[in-house]
């Protein structure tokens, strides 16, 4: 099957020299990019799609979310991390296959909608019937490039983590759990569309034996590991008080550095962390909107970009956010690193490359996030005859981030056409938000 896009207004591949083309052209062949190019494209294709009034980019790349919260968005409005978290984690303890199932096919839908063509999922709570394999399906359902993270949490209040103890789950069982997932689901190949991770969720709430022998259990299978670090001051005080080491310490010792690794937030990362994360290719994943929505602080991600730190974005949970728009995230990078004074804290671009190749790399992956021939077919175009864009067609790369976030016009995953003319095409979108509302309603209420 051969599709070929063409007359692009614009086109921001993120190749190696990060070219940007005028009326440009794709060609896909099945669910790799063939070609591209500018000017008059090849005429031998199976479809073709006119994108004579869009810009377009590769997929975005999200690398932390926690989808089972949008269940319980606007909770906790007044709470800081540990104050909201223990708002939630009583709800969160009803939580049924069904539930999570739902919200992660809503949370799928909506990052779909803002660009979104990979994502990476910490779900770390396994209540009743609740597997990962619920978020599993709903990824296939979707067509969603997924990254499933087998999340844990093994130390709750009564061992003196946050958690309350009814939601933490034996370390034995966690270890055989993610075992068993990566044994049945991670497709290490190119261009797979599911891998699973390790990712004991925070150092408040798992043990040091849990972490390192996730490490272990990892790296023995070659699979990416993931967790929270630093992300608020509370999280640091935890640290020292129980580990007797601040948060970068505390990661080395567990063996939690490493160009396997991405630690989410990093908002009170210090100097010295940074350096140790530049220095073994451990990445990050930077998440504004929650991070201001819990009043964490803004994470210095010009400073870890300036010494060669690898950092991704992330919309990070549904209810820490309340939304889950990844162009959104991109644009409130861009400006929370102006916030301090600096008029140059990050450019439109280099928002751009944090949702793009800064997700891929920190996922491990050189099948995503450009487009190049050879690469997996993530592609996405907006439109840009939009009251949005109006007055800022000198620069519509820019304007991506600069202006109001806006839906994606056209996506495409693997190949597949998954959004076209702005309409899921792999879900009825009225439908989905009924389902997930009467859903999360009950919960709330406790008539689940």
Not at 167 to 184: N, P
Not at 295 to 313: E, F, N, Q
Not at 338 to 364: H, I
Not at 391 to 398: E, F, H, N, T
Request: glycine residues 8%; aromatic residues 4%; negative net charge.
């Amino acid at each position: 099957m051969k599709l070929l896009l063409k007359n692009m207004q614009h086109l921001a591949t993120m190749d190696a020299e990060r070219r940007e083309l005028a009326d440009g052209w794709i060609l896909v062949r099945d669910n790799v990019i063939a070609a591209l190019g500018a000017g008059d494209p090849p005429g031998d294709a199976d479809r073709v799609i006119d994108l004579s009034r869009h810009v377009a980019l590769p997929g975005l790349v999200n690398t932390h979310h926690h989808m089972f919260q949008a269940t319980t968005r606007v909770m906790g409005q007044q709470g800081d991390l540990f104050g909201w978290l223990r708002a939630c984690y009583p709800i969160w303890l009803r939580l049924r296959s069904e539930h999570v199932y739902a919200s992660a096919r809503l949370a799928m839908a909506e990052l779909l909608l803002s660009g979104c063509t990979t994502a990476s999922d910490h779900h770390y709570v396994f209540p009743n019937d609740v597997q990962l394999e619920d978020e599993i399906r709903a990824a296939q359902d979707m067509g969603i490039r997924f990254h499933a993270s087998r999340g844990s949490m093994s130390v709750g209040e009564g061992h003196g983590g946050l958690p309350p103890d009814s939601l933490v789950e034996r370390e034995d069982d966690i270890l055989r759990d993610t075992r068993r997932l990566i044994e049945t689901w991670h497709d290490p190949s190119r261009h797979a569309m599911l891998r699973i991770v390790a990712a004991p969720c925070s150092p408040f709430s798992v043990s040091t034996d849990l972490m390192r022998e996730s490490a272990a259990l990892a790296r023995a299978y070659g699979v990416q590991m993931h967790t929270h670090l630093a992300e608020t001051d509370d999280d640091v005080a935890y640290s020292l008080e129980r580990f007797g080491m601040r948060p970068g310490d505390y990661a080395e010792d567990m063996g939690w550095v490493g160009d396997d690794v991405w630690h989410a937030h990093c908002v009170k990362l210090d100097n010295a962390a940074i350096d140790l994360f530049a220095r073994t290719g451990t990445g990050v994943c930077h998440c504004p909107s929650s991070n201001m929505r819990l009043a964490s602080g803004i994470a210095p991600i010009r400073k870890m970009l300036d010494r060669g730190v690898h950092v991704s974005l992330g919309v990070d949970g549904s209810a820490s956010n309340d939304s889950g728009h990844l162009l959104a995230e991109a644009r409130l990078a861009l400006l929370l690193q102006r916030a301090g004074g600096d008029p140059a804290g990050l450019a439109a671009r280099e928002a751009l490359e944090l949702a793009t190749l800064g997700g891929a790399r920190v996922l491990g992956r050189d099948d995503i996030g450009s487009i190049a021939p050879g690469m997996s077919a993530d592609i996405i175009a907006f439109r840009l005859d939009q009251v949005a864009f109006a007055g800022a067609l000198q620069d519509p790369i820019a304007a991506l981030v600069f202006c109001q976030p806006q839906r994606v016009d056209l996506s495409i995953i693997n190949g597949r056409v998954i959004i076209e003319d702005g309409q899921l095409l792999c879900a009825d979108e009225p439908s989905l938000v009924e389902a997930h509302n009467k859903l999360s309603l009950s919960l709330a209420r406790d008539e689940a």
